[in-house]
Structure formats: C-alpha cells, structure tokens
C-alpha cells in the first residue's frame, strides 16, 4: 500500500518509521518532509499547508491511505479534502479539528459539558483585556485563540507581563491573526501530563503518558518553545489519576464532540495539569504532539499502521493497543537562539549507529550539496529507550552527544522533574 505522511518535523518522522515496520506498506511519501526523513521516505511537495497540491499528489500517485498530522493542514480541512477524492486519511476532519484551532472554542466546549479546566475570559479587544487584568488575579495564563506553534501561550507572573502579553498578542500581532482573540485564565498549579490517544470517536484508548519541556533552557527558564525534550511514561501520571481522567475527562470529551456534531477520529491530545483539586485540562490539540510522539510511539508493540487503520473505520474497539514495558526518553538539538532567531545552514554529522540503540528523528534538516545540514530551530531529536527511567535518560545524553553541528544547544536536564518525582537521586 502506497502511505502519505503530510509534515516534515520530528512527529512524522518517528510516524514514518513507525508504519515502516507493517509490510503492507510498500511505499511511503513525506509532503514534504525534510532532509532527514528522506532517508526513510520519499519527500515531495513544500508545505503541508498546501492543501490542493496534497490532494493532486494524492491522485496522481494513487495513494491508499493518508496520515496528516500537524495542526495547521488539519485545521484548514486536508482530511475533508483527501476524503472527496476516496482517500482513507487517519486524523479529525475541519469541523473536529478545531478542538485545537480555537482555544475559545474548546474552552466553551469544557466549560458546556463540565469538563474539569481552569477558569477563564474570552477577550476580542485589547482594551477590554487590559481592563479585566487590573483587578484580575496573578500569576495568569494569557492564550491566543488559534495555533501559534505550541508558542502561543504565555504565563504572566506579574501584572506588567500580563499587560504586555496583551499587546503584543493583540496589536502587535506576535502571533498573527491567531491572536486577534485571546483567552486569560486562572494559574494552575500542579505536574503537567502529556496523554495522546487514539479514539474512533467511539471508543478512547490513551498511550503511554509523557512529560514535555517547554522552556528554552535549564530549570524550566526561558521561552515557550515546541518542545526540548520529553520522557514517557510520566510519574505523575498514576493509575488512579488515568481512571480519573478516563470518566471525567477523555470520554467525556469524545461525547461532547459527538453532540456537537463533530465527531473526533484520530490522535486526540490531552494537556492535562494534576492541580490539588484533581486533574485538568490545560489544551486539547487534533493530533499527534511533537515531541511526545518521538517517546511515545517506540514504546508502542502494536503495529501503528493496522491501529490506524481502525480508527478510520471505527474499529478500535476491537484492536489491540499495546505498550513495551520501560520508558523511554527524548533529547532536543536545537539551534542557539531558537526560539528566536538563530543561524542555520550547519552540517549534520552523527555515526551510523547510535549508542544503546538509540533513534535520531530529523526535524529541521534539509540536503544541499549531498550533505545533511541544519535548517530549523528543532534540529532533531536523539530517543532511547531503557527499562527504567533512569537509564533511558543517561542513554539518550550518552548518545545526543555522538551527534554534532555547528550552534547546536540542548537543555541538560530533561528528565530531571521525572527523576524527582521517582525519588531517584
């Protein structure tokens, strides 16, 4: 069977390498993919937003089955649009994917069918905003409505920072039009918890929790980023905290959307933060988070491609889902700088084979001239696996550090909150 894989990140590359493991997958196309993956897919096209050069691609090619994966392609209806065309696609269509789309939206959701979240205020004005926060109480979270590339969230600890969270979002546009609305929410304290799980719309079947680093640097300083690193499965995240988050959270999410009439199939990702009054959603997103997808999925023992396959005909019910014992860990390159400006343009060079059996999953890389050189801020990101923690996150250091490009930083202390949290020194 002929798969396209729409992006070109970290996410779709641990995606491609996933469903290469199913034989009935003969041939893999990435649009557009990206230096990296190139060498385990082939890589057409230039931007995953470009909705009717997918389509097109699709046809010509004749390909059977579709994954789209970033938010963006979803959000502007790629499923819709590969669906007219007879093509089976795994990921929510336009009318579901605006889960994500619109922070408002989802937020309304929750807040309709007592879905247990942070208290908020919806704002189209800036002045109206600034108003609130005068008597608002702080530290608060100010969000843009859409999707501003997991960066559109900002935690303002003083009053001034909300104030300037403000205008930057809404007149200066930071985020483009994603902030011509915004969102102000209580601070919420508590681990938080990455879930990402498979749902037919029906039926919800979570994976292996994970733990993301958002901040740029050590010690959780610094920006907002897509994300430094991650570990799975998260501490935090206990069997009796997954039963809750089961009955008051995952399925009744599902079950509001059907009765919205905008039934969800795909990768549904929850957010979630574990604060003293339980467990609460910070976000939703459509798909696949990155970089939790690069922990998640080598830890999965079942075959990704036939798991898909039955979320798309509403058959997960009866398909097995199952998950390696041990844990995993995943180390971000980036580029100095990042999430703000930075240099790229820097040659990649990694041995053949990584320590302790460790995986790379290019992110931003492209080839000039025969070499692999560096063209994002994520550059990659180095995943082992281990049996314990610990391990897992020694091995994804020991091997991080066989891979080499010129301006390259990482945080050192992913996996170190987890650590904690497992009272292991």
Do not use: W
Not at 136 to 159: C, F, N, S, Y
Not at 182 to 201: A, C, Q
Not at 289 to 313: C, I
Not at 338 to 360: D, R, S
């Amino acid at each position: 069977m002929k798969v396209l894989v729409v992006g070109g990140g970290g996410r779709e590359h641990a995606l491609i390498k996933k469903l290469k493991e199913n034989p009935l997958v003969t041939e893999i196309f990435a649009y557009p993919g990206n230096g990296g993956i190139a060498a385990d897919a082939v890589c057409v096209g230039t931007s995953a937003t470009d909705i009717d050069g997918i389509v097109e691609f699709a046809k010509n090619e004749k390909i059977d089955y579709a994954v789209v994966t970033p938010d963006d392609p979803l959000i502007l209806g790629a499923v819709d649009a590969l669906n007219e065309i007879g093509v089976p696609c795994f990921g929510p269509e336009k009318k579901a994917a605006i889960i994500e789309g619109s922070k408002i939206f989802s937020k309304n959701l929750m807040k309709k069918y007592g879905i247990p979240t942070a208290a908020y205020e919806v704002f189209e004005n800036p002045a109206d905003a600034l108003e609130y926060l005068k008597t608002a109480p702080i530290p608060a979270v100010v969000k843009a409505d859409g999707p501003a590339l997991g960066k559109g969230v900002i935690i303002a600890e003083t009053r001034e920072d909300a104030y300037r969270a403000v205008e930057s979002m809404m007149n200066d546009r930071i985020f483009g039009a994603s902030g011509t609305k915004i969102v102000i929410e209580e601070f919420l304290t508590g681990p938080e918890v990455s879930v990402l799980s498979f749902t037919d719309g029906k039926t919800v079947v979570p994976m292996v929790s994970s733990m993301d680093h958002k901040r740029a640097l050590d010690g959780d300083k610094g920006l907002n980023t897509g994300g430094m690193g991650t570990v799975a499965p998260n501490p935090y995240y206990t069997e009796e905290v997954a039963k809750e988050c089961m009955e008051k959270i995952f399925l009744p999410t599902v079950d509001a959307m059907n009765k919205e009439g905008r039934t969800f199939k795909g990768c549904l990702y929850f957010g979630l933060m574990i604060t003293p009054d339980g467990p609460k959603v910070i976000e939703y997103n459509c798909r696949f988070g990155d970089p939790e997808t690069q922990v998640v999925l080598p830890l999965l023992e079942s075959d990704l491609f036939t798991v898909m396959r039955a979320v798309t005909d509403g058959r997960l019910a009866e398909t097995e889902v199952k998950f390696k014992d041990g844990c995993a860990c995943c180390v971000i390159l980036a580029s100095d700088g990042y999430p703000q400006k930075y240099q790229t343009g820097f040659p990649i060079t990694a041995p053949g084979t990584l320590p302790h059996g460790a995986e790379i999953f290019y992110a931003g890389a492209k080839n000039k001239d025969g070499v692999l050189v560096s063209a994002g801020g994520r550059v990659l990101g180095v995943t082992a696996l281990a049996d314990d923690l610990k391990t897992a996150v020694e091995y994804a250091y020991d091997a991080a550090g066989t891979v080499h490009f010129e301006n390259a930083r990482m945080r050192s202390d992913i996996g170190a909150r987890a650590l904690a949290a497992e009272d292991i020194d």
